[in-house]
């Protein structure tokens, strides 16, 4: 458990008048702490070191954002062959391995890290939204399992001086009932989950406005949030707390509230939107990945391609907040898809495959089932295939690798995907 922060602390946590500051004063101030990083990465993080020396960069030569296109994009599956190469943390760790709090592992397996910047950042995005108040009661019912989905909220709940209830994901009948019974005024779960557990509630005779004390739930982690934000604030009168972030680098952007997208979070990172071939910057309303630095002290990690397509705005903002914003995610680079709020890759589908010589074709298919993503294998085997031994047994390969449950493994004839060559079939968005 994380100690408390006063009401002091709090306050020089989140500046409001920071934010605001003019567009050439923000970027001003940005460049000067990009510079400092350089210098603390090159010198502590022998994978940025490398990064550098490689491009023939020195890290003085990084002064502005814009110097940043000097140097190469890490992708997540550059990030995996480094841990495979130089194990743990493929030389990005700054400090001792001991003298970290805790080390998070998502699929693939690949070790991430968040510093005490990480959960600064999770504080710092619900100071804004004014819930949850320190002594308020926060359900946490996200997964607790190996990724910070879970404990990284808690951490930053901790830290806001507030009571968590660990829930975890499952149970809807239990979860209405320790909303209702603790009075909590938060709710932080995956969208489909927060909306599936308020349809429960009105199941059981509830009246969610009348019967219970809720007056934020969280949104990220799903693009469905898009159409389930109006629901959350329309029909139930909630605050929706949306931000953007991967497990690898925590929370990096946030929604204000007043506008589409996302806010870059200039205290927690520089945010890039680049071209995917070339790491060169576009223009405002062009598409491309997103692309994070990291301000840390623990994992700096430095230029980090996110796998997530967008595009983003600098035209000023109801809410007077001078940062840019991401203006939605517009989809993924090809080798990546995000489902059930996790990222699944290309490579760790064909490694999953690979135990079952007698699959000869595979696609995953992704739809909607209401607000839930659904998750259906198709794969291709010859016939005489023992269809009913190997389907458990994909199924628990499926969750071994990928920590991903199938919704449904079809069986399709020999020749069946052969007019396909996507591994992921993307069809939620229309």
Known sequence: MRKSLSREELLALHDEQRERVSPAERLRSLNRRLEKQARFAYRNSPAVREIFDNAGIPPSSIRTVADLEELPVTTREDLEELQRSRPPFGGFLAVPLGSLDRVYVAPGPVYAVWGPERIQAQVRSLLRLGYPRPGDVALVSSA?????AGLGVTDALDMMGCTVVPAGTGQTELQVKLLHDLQATALLALPSLAITILHKAE?????????????????????????????FEEEYGLVVWDAYGTADLGPVAYCCGQAEGYHYDDEACVVEIADPDTGKHVGTGEVGQVVVTLFSRVYPLVRFGTGDLASFTDEPCPCGRSAPRITGIKGMVAQHVRVKGMFVHQ???????????????????????????RVALKVEVPAGVDREALAPAV????????????????????????????????????
């Open 144 to 148: 607790f399992h190996m990724g910070p």
């Open 395 to 430: 199924s628990r390969r499926c969750q071994d690798v990928l920590k991903l449950h199938m919704d449904e493994i079809e069986f399709l004839p020999e020749g069946a995907l052969s007019g396909s060559s996507e591994r992921f079939a993307d069809r939620r968005w229309g």
């Open 203 to 231: 199941e059981l005779g509830y009246d969610v406005r009348r019967d219970f004390n809720l007056k934020l739930v969280t949104g990220g982690g799903e693009r469905q949030i898009q159409t389930l934000k109006r629901v």
């Open 347 to 373: 490579g760790e589908l064909a490694e999953a495959m690979t135990a079952f010589p007698q699959i000869l074709k595979y696609q995953m298919l992704l739809t909607l089932d209401e607000h839930k993503d």
